[in-house]
Each structure stands twice: as C-alpha cells, then as structure tokens.
C-alpha cells in the first residue's frame, strides 16, 4: 500500500528558532499533500493543502509567514514552522494523495515541543 | 474549521460488548471516513463509505451513512481491550475528496 514518511517523529526546539517538517509519499507521486495540527486531546485541525509546484493554500486562521510550505516535489512538501512559541507545541500530521487515490495517507506525525 | 461532530465524547464499555460512536457532519460529501488513533501516534484508516453507499462492513467493524440526515455511525462487534483508542470521523467534500476535515473524535475505553 501508499506510504507516507514523516520525519522526524519528535523534535524539541527553544523558543524562536525555526523547525522544518518534512513529509514524503515514498511509492506513489503526491499530487496533493495537506497538513494537520492536533492540540492534546483534540481532533485534527486542516492547516494548508499544497499542490506540487503551486502555493499553498492555507485554512482560515493559519498564518502563512508562520507555517511556510513547500511542496517542491511529487514526493515531498516540507512544513516550517518559523518562531517557533511554546503555543505552537503540538502534534503535526501531513497527508498526501495522488491521481487515482481515494483517500489520502497519512503519516505518522511529528510530536514538536517549544521550550 | 472543523465540520463533524461526534458522540459520545468519551465512551467506556467492557471487553466483549459493542461499541457504538455517531458522527454529524454539515455539507454535502464524497465519501466519509473512520479513522483510529492510539493516544500519540499517528492515524489508522478503519473504512471509507462512499455518499451513495448505506452501509458498509470490514471484519469487526459496520459503518452506516446516512446523507439525509448526515450522519453515520461506527460499530465494534465483540470489542477487545486492544480497540481502546480515540476513533474520528472524516468527511471528503465532493470538490475536493482528498481534503478531510476531521469530527471531534470519540474516546474509547475497553475495560479487560
């Protein structure tokens, strides 16, 4: 089946550095990658979708200059999280999809805490 | 912004009983989703009912979907202390079917 990679699974970063999010579709070209956020005990929140080569498109309430996309690539678009502030700790899940798929995969998330 | 709601919130049941948990969702829908999520990691894909389909069976588990009233619902037969996990809804939209916006989720706990 379509594997997706997500790295790295943990990070811990002080606040106001930067930490970059990558997410790769591994045997199948990703058209298509979205991006969640999950607060403890919360469901997924959609921040951005991102189409190879084409801006993001981001959910009402995201800040863009924040959470910079880049989708590069039909194997991987990178989340950075720029700044980063002790409010931004959070679980990180991304998705992607390509032509023919009927549902997206789903990494495995990246667990990031701002000290 | 977050489309589905789900209920019960938290649910707790003893092993070998079945679990019950509904989703609500607002918009007209592609298919809807069931995922399973054990607390901090990553999601597991149970099931996809199309919007034109009415039910839907995969091992232990039986989806309903009902776009009347747009809802559908998730059933574990014979639960096991292993399904304890946080389960979501997630609707596709028909323009977009790969973009998912997730219900709330409902937590479950198997009691051994």
């Known amino acids: 089946g379509a594997v997706v990679s997500q790295h790295p699974s943990r990070v811990i970063c002080k606040s106001g550095t930067s930490v970059k999010i990558e997410c790769r579709s591994l045997?199948?070209?990703?058209?298509?990658m979205f991006w969640y956020r999950q607060f403890p005990k919360q469901s997924l929140m959609l921040m951005a979708t991102?189409?190879?080569?084409?801006?993001?498109?981001?959910e009402q309430g995201v800040e863009k200059d924040k959470f910079l996309i880049n989708h590069a690539s039909l194997t991987l678009s990178t989340l950075t999280v720029t700044s980063a502030h002790p409010e931004d700790s959070s679980f990180y899940i991304c998705s992607a999809a390509g032509t023919g798929s009927t549902s997206g995969h789903f990494g495995n998330g990246t667990r990031l805490t701002v000290t | 912004s977050q489309q589905g709601e789900e209920d019960p919130q938290a649910l707790s049941i003893q092993e070998g009983e079945n679990a019950t948990m509904n989703c609500s969702y607002k918009t007209s829908i592609n298919n809807l989703q069931w995922y399973r999520q054990n607390s901090g990691r990553g999601l597991v894909h149970l099931i996809l009912i199309r919007s034109n389909e009415r039910e839907k069976h995969s091992g232990r588990l039986r989806v309903t979907l009902d776009t009347s009233k747009k809802s559908s619902s998730l059933l574990i037969t014979a639960s096991r202390a292993a399904d304890t996990a946080s389960y979501f809804c997630?609707?596709?939209?028909?323009?977009?079917?790969?973009?998912?916006?997730f219900g709330s989720g409902t937590r479950l706990l198997v009691r051994p």
């Open positions: 991102s189409n190879e080569g084409s801006k993001a498109t981001y």
């Open positions: 045997d199948f070209q990703a058209t298509t």
């Open positions: 997630a609707t596709a939209k028909m323009d977009s079917s790969y973009k998912l916006i």
